[in-house]
């Protein structure tokens, strides 16, 4: 077999972390090609001598020390478009990842896509890159991957409804009282799944399921109708799909992102992998299932309604939930006010224009502007 290069984007990261672990177990069909992270120079190093990648890049500047490294944010587009990769893992957080994203598909890449943030950002250009640069978006997002693993194969036709799982995050069972002055230690505090600070504190909004409802309609061409949620607090079905005879697939298995990440990897095909937990049915029983508290967690309906404007309206949903997630991580907002400055954003920036990469940069930073301003930040 002739084994793959994968650029490794945001290494350092919770998904990057696990990429890599994923990677070293399957050195007989992949390599890592090329590594780049935001700041952690430390981990990057022992990353790079470990698995001895072409390519090595940090973002930020004060990692002098490695003159052969490549600095700056630029280094991101020269690792997803490195000619030893012909898979790019996007684990970046934020709308910092679109630019990868496109050059890899136009230069006709696998993304496998974790960071959703640029799908939901710029959707209609990232389809548009792939379809010009003939590269495929695979994506890593457990719920996607596991809707990826019961449609493959089928008819896109026969496919009726997507109901995507939500574990309902550390507040589930928390009254809107109390909600609104959760502290940032109980938002992190996420009862399913290890992750990055931004993606966690998302899984508490539920501003994480209205990201993943858009990536679902870039992803899979269904209306936003026919894309639902339910909470399920045990993370164990990943996602149901309908089809038009009434008939539901689900994929099922323990919470780990090691097997979304192997399946972006090899999809269609699998390969053995020892890594990945037992399943034991009985073990994680039971599983059960409650609708959504939209009304105390209004993030996830404002972001549906965004995907339904179209235009930038969901890069505006995204930019002013990342400006409001860092300022509350810096303890300058509360909780309540997340969902509160994404609305007014919204209101502000969700109409302007939207034709090309720049447009949706400057609807970007016009949301982030509003939410500072908001908050006199
Ligand atoms: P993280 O914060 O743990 O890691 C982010 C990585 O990106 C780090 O390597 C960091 O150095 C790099 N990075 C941060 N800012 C950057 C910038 N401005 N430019 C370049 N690189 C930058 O985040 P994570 O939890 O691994 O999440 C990464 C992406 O995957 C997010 O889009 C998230 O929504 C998605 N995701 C994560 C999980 C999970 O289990 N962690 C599950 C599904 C989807
Ligand atoms: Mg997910």
Redesign the pocket.
């Known amino acids: 077999m002739t084994r793959r290069g994968v650029a490794v984007?945001?290494?350092?990261?919770?998904?990057?972390t696990?990429a890599l672990r994923v990677l070293g177990r399957h050195a007989d069909a992949f390599y890592v090609a090329a590594l780049?992270?935001?700041?952690?120079a430390a981990l990057l190093q022992e990353q790079a001598r470990e698995f001895g990648p072409s390519f090595v890049g940090i973002?930020q500047n004060g990692a002098e020390d490695h003159r052969e490294w490549r600095h700056g944010?630029s280094c991101?587009v020269e690792a997803a478009t490195h000619q030893d990769a012909s898979i790019v893992l996007n684990?970046?957080?934020?709308a910092?990842?679109l630019d990868a994203t496109l050059a890899a598909l136009s230069a006709g890449k696998r993304v496998a896509l974790?960071?959703?943030?640029t799908l939901v950002m710029a959707g209609a250009l990232v389809a548009d890159a792939c379809q010009r640069g003939g590269g495929e978006i695979v994506p890593?997002?457990?719920e996607h991957s596991a809707i990826l693993q019961c449609i493959t194969g089928r008819r896109g036709a026969d496919v009726r409804r997507l109901v995507l799982t939500a574990s309902g995050g550390p507040f589930r069972g928390w009254s809107r009282e109390r909600l609104e002055r959760a502290t940032v230690a109980d938002a992190l505090r996420h009862p399913t799944?290890?992750?990055?600070?931004?993606?966690?504190i998302?899984s508490a909004t539920l501003a994480?399921k209205a990201?993943e409802v858009i990536e679902a309609h870039f992803l899979f061409g269904l209306p936003y109708d026919r894309i639902e949620v339910v909470v399920h607090p045990q993370s164990v079905v990943h996602s149901f799909v309908e089809f038009v005879d009434g008939s539901v697939l689900a994929q099922l298995g323990v919470p780990s992102?090691e097997l979304?990440v192997l399946y972006a990897l090899t999809h269609p095909g699998r390969i053995a992998d020892t890594g990945v937990p037992p399943f034991d049915p009985v073990e994680l029983s039971p599983l059960t299932f409650e609708r959504v508290r939209h009304d105390d967690f209004p993030a996830l309906r404002m972001g549906v309604q965004a995907g339904r404007m179209g235009g930038a309206a969901p890069a505006v949903f995204n930019a002013a939930n990342e400006q409001a997630v860092s300022l509350f991580l810096e303890g300058r907002i509360q909780f309540g006010e997340i969902p509160r400055a994404i609305e007014s954003a919204l209101a502000a920036e969700g109409t302007a224009p939207s034709h090309s990469r720049d447009a949706l940069l400057e609807a970007d930073a016009a949301a982030r502007r509003h939410v500072r301003e908001l908050f006199a930040c």
């Open positions: 984007l945001g290494s350092t990261g919770s998904i990057g696990t780049t992270a935001h700041s952690n973002v944010p991101l684990a970046v957080v934020g910092a990842g974790a960071n959703k943030e890593v997002d457990s799944w290890r992750m990055g600070r931004k993606i966690t998302d994480n990201l992102m979304p």
